[in-house]
């Protein structure tokens, strides 16, 4: 049987680009760990993927997860076959322009074939507690990175 987990993420940009920042939390059996990174010069949707990656690599062992997150960026692209899409396609869109992100979609999909992954979405900015949670990671994260500038 598997661990079943749950992940939270969020990404967070000061100007897109410009200094950017994940934040995760993963809960299993009442325990709770919190991450967060970032990047000097990014962009928001690359905090976003990262978020979600960094947490999903933090599992020791393949799990059952729950990944709620607020962008629909990543959430549709996965529920709706478009990263796998891309990749089947070499990296190009429907319209075959090139998919942007893809070093990050890459690595996402490789862990989505090691854990048995379900996408959710939840609106940003709504009261939803571990939402605002990574919020203020990736925020604080992203703010660190700007005074350093």
Known sequence: M???????????????PGPGGWGAILRYKGQVREMSGGE???TNNRMELTG???????????????LT????????AIQKGWARSWQRNGWRR??????????????LLALLDVHTVT????????????????????????????DRA
């Open 119 to 146: 996408f959710r979405w939840v609106r940003g900015h709504n009261g939803h507690p571990e939402n605002e949670r990574c919020d203020e990671l990736a925020t604080g994260y992203a703010k660190r990175l700007a």
């Open 69 to 76: 997150s607020d962008s629909q960026y990543l959430v549709s």
């Open 2 to 16: 598997m661990k079943q987990v749950e992940i939270f993420t969020d990404g967070a940009c000061l100007g897109n």
């Open 94 to 107: 429907s319209n075959k322009e090139p998919a942007l992100n893809a070093d990050l979609w890459e690595k």
């Open 40 to 42: 000097r010069e990014t």
């Open 52 to 66: 979600a990656i960094e947490a999903l690599s933090a599992l020791k062992e393949p799990c059952a997860v729950t």
